[in-house]
């Protein structure tokens, strides 16, 4: 049974960090992927930070280049997201997904979501 459990989330000011944690179990991590998604208030959730299934690297969606870094500990079980530099627009709530065939810019079947955990950035 797969579970995924993120945590981290909070009330921060503009301009601070955050880390927020994705603790995964039930899933075999060589077939599949794992990803970072947001929804903000009144808006379709979007792909922030997905591996690009195929070449090794991570896909970061523009709005978040430069100060969202995604990271993997297989010792814990736990894929990372570290979000520098919050502003206001990153406010809503953050999911880990696992896709069964992988992510191509953060697209791709999600077989399994977690709760999610809510991020609000204070002006």
């Known amino acids: 049974q797969v579970q995924l459990v993120e945590t981290g989330g909070g009330l921060v000011e503009a301009g601070g960090p955050l880390r927020l944690s994705c603790e995964f179990s039930?899933?075999?991590?060589?077939?599949?992927?794992i990803g970072w998604f947001r929804q903000a208030p009144g808006k379709e959730r979007e792909g922030v930070a997905c591996?690009?299934?195929?070449?090794?690297?991570?896909y970061y969606a523009n709005s978040v280049k430069g100060r969202f870094t995604m990271s993997t500990d297989t010792t814990k079980n736990t894929v990372y997201l570290q979000i520098n530099s919050l502003k206001p627009e990153d406010t809503g709530v953050y999911y880990c997904?696992?896709?069964?065939?992988?992510?191509?810019?953060?697209?791709?079947?999600?077989?399994?979501w977690g709760q999610g955990t809510q991020v609000t950035v204070s002006s």
């Open positions: 039930g899933v075999m991590r060589d077939y599949y992927a």
């Open positions: 997904a696992v896709a069964s065939m992988g992510f191509h810019e953060c697209q791709g079947y999600v077989a399994y």
């Open positions: 591996p690009s299934t195929g070449d090794g690297t991570t």
